[in-house]
C-alpha cells in the first residue's frame, strides 16, 4: 500500500529530491528510469556523497568528503585538518541541488521533459577548494593551510582592544592605508617610501604590525568599531553563533523569522539569505512533525482510508 501510495504521489509530481543509497529505490521500482516514464515531466533530484564514478558506492559524510576533498586540510594546521566550523557540504549540497532542479525547471518549459538532477557532497567539497588548486597550478605552490598566516593584505588580522575584546581589521587598499594611518596618528607609516605599494606593505609587516596593534590598542571594542566605521574600514567583532539572536542588523531588517518547531518551542532562526524588491522572505511553512500532513495529502488524492492519519 505505501509503495502504491508513492506511485500515485508521483504520477503528477513535479520534483522527487531522495537522498538513499545508490539504487536503492531503484530496487523499489521508484528509479529515475521507472518514473521517467510514468510521468515525463517528472525532475528526479538526488542528493549523493559521490556524482557517477569510481567513489558512488561509498558511504559519505560531511566530515569524511571535507577529509578527502581538501577543506579540512585548509582549515586547519599542518598535520592537524579540521572540518569547517559548519556543515558546509550539507548546506551547499542542497543549495547546489535545488539550483539544478531550478534549471530543470526552465528546460522542462520548453521541451516538456523533466531531468535527473545530481548533486554530490565530494563535488561540492572540490568546487570549494577550486581557488586553492588554481593556485597551486598558477603559482607552482601548494598553499599551505589558513590556518598559517600568509595574508595578501598589509593589515587583515585580528587585534586586542584596550578592554581586552577582539576585532578584526582590514585594510586593503592604497586609499585605505593612508586613511587609516592618519586616523591612528600613524602619518610617517603613510609617507614612508617602503610602503607605497601592497606588496611593500605586506613584506613589511613584520615591523609596521606591531605599531599598528599598539595604535589600535588604545582604543576599547566599541571604539575601535566606531572610528573604523566612520572611516570606512572593513572590520568586524568576532561573534559567537549565540550572538546573531541580538544582532542588529539581523533583528532590524528581518533576517530572523519565528520558527516553530514540531515540540512546539518558537525559535528565532535566520530566513533565506535573499530579498526580492528589497523584501526579505518571510516563513512559508515551519518544519512538520513526522507524518504531519500525510492524512491531508492522501486525502488530496482521494486515497482510501486517509481519514485519521496524521
Known amino acids: ?59 559519505a559524510l560531511d566530515e569524511v568528503v571535507q577529509m578527502m576533498g581538501g577543506l579540512a586540510y585548509m582549515t ?21 541541488a535545488a539550483l539544478g532542479i531550478l534549471a530543470a525547471v526552465i528546460e522542462r518549459g520548453r521541451t516538456g521533459l523533466g531531468k535527473h538532477v545530481q548533486a554530490g557532497l565530494f563535488e ?67 609617507d614612508d617610501p617602503r610602503l607605497v605599494t601592497q606588496a611593500q606593505r605586506v613584506a613589511a609587516r613584520d615591523w609596521t604590525l606591531p605599531r599598528i596593534a599598539a595604535a589600535f590598542g588604545t582604543l576599547d571594542k566599541p571604539a575601535l568599531m566606531a572610528r573604523c566605521e566612520a572611516l570606512g574600514l572593513p572590520y568586524a567583532p568576532i561573534a559567537a553563533p549565540v550572538d546573531l539572536f541580538d544582532d542588529p542588523h539581523l533583528l532590524g531588517s528581518g533576517g530572523l523569522v519565528p520558527v516553530t518547531l514540531p515540540d512546539g518551542q518558537v525559535l528565532p532562526l535566520p530566513g533565506l539569505p ?15 512533525g513526522a507524518g504531519e500532513h500525510n492524512g491531508e495529502i492522501m486525502a488530496e488524492l482521494g486515497w482510501p482510508g486517509s481519514r485519521g492519519l496524521d
Not at 586593503?172 to 592618519?182: F, G
Request: include cysteine; glycine fraction near 10%.
Open 124 to 190: 561540492n567539497t572540490a568546487f570549494l577548494v577550486a581557488q586553492h588548486m588554481a593556485q597551486a597550478r598558477i603559482m607552482g605552490e601548494a598553499p599551505p593551510p589558513m590556518g598559517i598566516r600568509r595574508p595578501a593584505w598589509a593589515v587583515y588580522d585580528i587585534f586586542d582592544a584596550a578592554d581586552g575584546a577582539q576585532v578584526f581589521v582590514g585594510v586593503v587598499t592604497d586609499t585605505q592605508w593612508q586613511v587609516m594611518c592618519r586616523a591612528f596618528d600613524l602619518p610617517d607609516l603613510a
Open 1 to 59: 500500500d505505501g509503495l502504491a501510495l508513492a506511485r500515485r504521489l508521483l504520477r503528477d509530481a513535479d520534483v522527487l529530491v531522495e537522498n538513499f543509497r545508490p539504487g536503492a529505490l531503484d530496487k523499489l521500482g521508484l528509479g529515475w528510469d521507472a518514473l521517467r516514464v510514468e510521468n515525463p515531466r517528472l525532475i528526479y533530484a538526488s542528493c549523493k556523497g559521490f556524482l557517477p564514478g569510481p567513489y558512488a558506492h561509498r558511504t
Open 76 to 96: 586547519g594546521l599542518p598535520g592537524k585538518p579540521m572540518r569547517a566550523g559548519s556543515s558546509v557540504n550539507d548546506l551547499m549540497g542542497g543549495t547546489f
Open 274 to 288: 535573499l530579498s526580492l524588491d528589497g523584501e526579505r522572505l518571510p516563513l512559508r511553512r515551519n518544519p512538520p
